[in-house]
């Protein structure tokens, strides 16, 4: 069973990471930031149409606080959308601001509505954390999902991601006879292993979605990641291993139950190979990244040094002894990717 007995650090963002930002299209201007939203005067509690409490508050702000702040986050959402085209908001409204109180960093959701036709959509304000943000860009590259994120000064802003929650789908969904199990219990195999090769940890089910697509023969399934605070920052292999948490334990079964051995191994070289072509497709933006991240402190040295001997026993690869950081042993696994 995968733990994690501590609260993540949270770490800043370097000078480094920022030329890196500001190089690829992430460091924006924008009107408001996280702080600005911590003005607000009272919440209330955020219940789900079921009556349950989503340990989310709605807040309010002053009537003198208000106009500005949903201004603002209006024009936040055409930069994120429409690259600052302030003309195609003109029918959007600020429905909802809520605010996480149970997450490391607090983070807000902003609900936009279109006036016209009660079409809404997300988005997150959040404390900017450097972990956060290689985990962001990590995904985006080495992934088959693209990414929208924005940063400017110690603001991170971050785009909805569509799915069922895990949590949810295993307990509404995941007995359906309607589901397919080969194909999700496939997709589980193939993201336990995008995690672990990328190293981002605490997969369980309330940190990722499930995205369900049906075909004209079949339902297809891609299970996405929603959080990314624990990118290459704990020291235990399990965590990096969705596999691992008790949390996940009926994907774990319907594996168990649908998989053989053989099959499974096919469908972890398959993803590995995928990771592979993405690699060589985006090799400039990669090597600045891991550059980036060799040169910057996103976990301890406890974590670090337990982490490397971790998976120079997984690989039988005594080169994860010589890594200096979190930057060095990602450079590794993804290395030894390319190699096999």
Not at 14 to 32: A, C, M, N, Q, T
Not at 52 to 58: F, K, V, Y
Not at 201 to 224: A, K, L, W
Not at 240 to 254: D, G, R, S, T, V
């Amino acid at each position: 069973m995968a733990l994690i007995s501590k609260k993540k650090i949270i770490y800043p963002i370097s000078p480094k990471l920022r030329v890196f930002l500001h190089r690829y299209g992430r460091e924006v201007d924008f009107p408001i930031q996280y702080n600005d939203l911590l003005r607000y005067s009272s919440s209330i509690a955020l219940y789900d149409s079921k009556g349950n409490d989503t340990l989310w508050e709605t807040v309010f702000f002053a009537e003198s606080d208000r106009n500005e702040i949903h201004h603002n986050v209006k024009k936040i959402y055409s930069i994120l959308k429409a690259q600052g085209d302030m003309s195609v908001m003109e029918h959007l409204y600020v429905d909802r601001v809520d605010l996480c109180v149970y997450g490391n960093t607090k983070p807000f959701r902003v609900r936009i509505v279109n006036r016209i036709n009660d079409n809404f959509d997300y988005f997150y304000v959040k404390n900017a954390d450097a972990s956060r943000i290689y985990g962001l860009e990590l995904e985006h590259l080495l992934s088959p999902n693209r990414i929208n994120y924005l940063v400017h000064q110690n603001t991170l802003i971050e785009e909805h991601i569509a799915g069922i929650p895990g949590e949810q789908f295993m307990r509404q969904y995941i007995n359906d006879i309607l589901q397919n199990p080969i194909r999700l219990a496939k997709e589980f195999v193939k993201f336990n292993e995008r995690c672990f090769v990328r190293l981002l940890g605490d997969m369980h089910s309330s940190n990722f979605v499930v995205d369900v697509t049906p075909d004209f023969e079949e339902t297809h399934y891609r299970i996405r990641a929603i959080d990314f605070d624990q990118q290459s920052y704990e020291g235990k292999k399990s965590i990096y291993l969705p596999q691992y948490f008790k949390q996940n334990n009926k994907l774990i079964q319907m594996g168990i139950k649908h998989i053989t051995p053989e099959s499974m191994a096919q469908y972890q070289r398959e993803e590995r190979s995928l990771i592979a072509n993405r690699l060589k497709s985006s090799q400039k933006e990669m090597e600045d990244l891991l550059e980036t991240m060799e040169s910057d402190t996103i976990s301890t040295e406890g974590n670090t040094e337990s982490l490397k001997l971790d998976l120079a026993k997984h690989y039988k690869d005594g080169r994860f002894l010589e890594c200096k950081n979190m930057g060095n042993i990602l450079r590794l696994s993804l290395d030894l990717l390319m190699k096999k």
